[in-house]
Nanobody, 121 residues
Framework: QAQLVESGGGLVQAGGSLKLSCVASGSIFSITVMGWYRQAPGKERELVATISYGGMRNYADSVKGRFTISRDNAKKTVYLQMNSLKPEDTAVYYC???????????????WGQGTLVTVSS
């Protein structure tokens, strides 16, 4: 069974930067889309950014121009570079990936455990 493990969260002042990483491990035949979602206290989980295997990117309007998603397919890793952070970016950030465990199974959506990002004003 595949797993996702995030790292890189923490406390940062407004205007600062953080880089999140997420590594996939376990039974993996292929990974298609990888992405980041976030959930702030009292709010629903929302899309931050996604990236396809070939590098096509999609961003939420609220992070365009400030966040950059990238991936290293050989390392089964997706990154989220977050610049010009704002207090409203405070949330638990979750890694997400669509993973095929074997050649004969379909893709399953897998979630990481989440990493907390806190932006102070």
């Amino acid at each position: 069974q595949a797993q996702l493990v995030e790292s890189g969260g923490g406390l940062v002042q407004a205007g600062g930067s953080l880089k999140l990483s997420c590594v996939a491990s376990g039974s993996i035949f292929s990974i298609t889309v990888m992405g980041w979602y976030r959930q702030a206290p009292g709010k629903e989980r929302e899309l931050v950014a996604t990236i396809s295997y070939g590098g096509m990117r999609n961003y939420a309007d609220s992070v365009k121009g400030r966040f950059t998603i990238s991936r290293d397919n050989a390392k089964k890793t997706v990154y989220l570079q977050m610049n010009s952070l704002k207090p409203e970016d405070t949330a638990v950030y979750y890694c997400n990936a669509k993973i095929q465990s074997t050649w004969y199974t379909g893709h399953v959506e897998v979630w990481g455990q989440g990493t907390l990002v806190t932006v102070s004003s």
